[in-house]
């Protein structure tokens, strides 16, 4: 029973390198979210999905991309990494639109250091 | 522009006794309320939710209380136990098909045996 599951869980980049991170959840979930908490700060979204093929922009998307080409997958791309990048990033999914909340279901995070 | 905002940055209460962590927005297109927890080194679970058009909820310790004439939200965990040790945050939706979430900055809560 996997779940949602992020890698790498750690991270160090340098400055203008490029990574992926990947999210993967086995629970046939239409919508995905990718956000980030900086410290000391609450979450925020970047990108969102709402089934294969279909992205959008959240709050703080500028330097990052995203694919959605299968349900189960959300990669996050950053493609030319800043110090303001430092941050945990945690990917989350959920099944259908749902306001009470409890069917979002969030990856453990993936710890990110750009130096 | 902080819409859902947690001032509190941390709390210490003894175990045994109320643990009430507060939370204010400013959207009034907000319409469904979120709190959930998170242990150091895990992503956040889900806690307890309330839909704007009640003012209360619980869910055995945990009880939400939604003021929406001061958008004012807070939730009393009793008795807190130090398992209940953890950052909580609050979290609202808007209304039509948006169904994501604006999150406050959190509360570190301490419940000392």
């Known amino acids: 029973n996997a779940g949602v599951t992020q890698t790498p869980k750690f991270r160090i980049l340098k400055i203008g390198q490029s990574m992926t991170l990947q999210c993967t959840q086995d629970?046939?979930?239409?919508?995905m979210y990718w956000y980030r908490q900086d410290p000391g700060m609450g979450l925020k979204l970047i990108y969102y999905?709402?089934?294969?093929?279909?992205?959008d922009k959240g709050e703080v998307p500028n330097g990052y991309n995203v694919s959605r080409s299968t349900t189960e997958d959300f990669p996050l791309r950053l493609e030319l990494a800043a110090p303001s990048q430092t941050s945990v990033y945690f990917c989350?999914?959920?099944?259908?639109?749902?306001?009470?909340?409890?069917?979002?279901?969030f990856g453990e995070g993936s710890w990110l250091t750009v130096v | 522009d902080q819409q859902v905002k947690q001032n509190s940055p941390s709390l210490s209460v003894q175990e045994g006794r109320i643990s009430i962590l507060n939370c204010d927005y400013t959207?009034?297109?907000?319409?469904?309320f979120l709190w959930y927890k998170k242990y150091p080194a895990e992503g956040p679970t889900f806690l307890i939710s309330?839909?704007?058009?009640?003012d209360k909820n619980e869910d055995g310790r945990f009880t939400v209380f939604l003021n929406k004439s001061a958008k004012h939200l807070s939730l009393h965990i009793v008795p807190s136990q130090p398992g209940d040790s953890a950052v909580y945050f609050c979290?609202?939706?808007?209304?039509?098909?948006?169904?994501?979430?604006?999150f406050g900055k959190g509360t570190l809560l301490t419940v000392n045996p």
């Open positions: 989350a999914s959920s099944y259908r639109p749902d306001r009470s909340g409890n069917t979002i279901y």
């Open positions: 629970m046939n979930h239409n919508y």
């Open positions: 999905s709402v089934g294969a093929g279909i992205t």
């Open positions: 959207n009034s297109m907000f319409d469904y």
């Open positions: 309330i839909s704007s058009i009640k």
């Open positions: 979290a609202a939706m808007g209304g039509g098909s948006n169904y994501k979430l604006t």
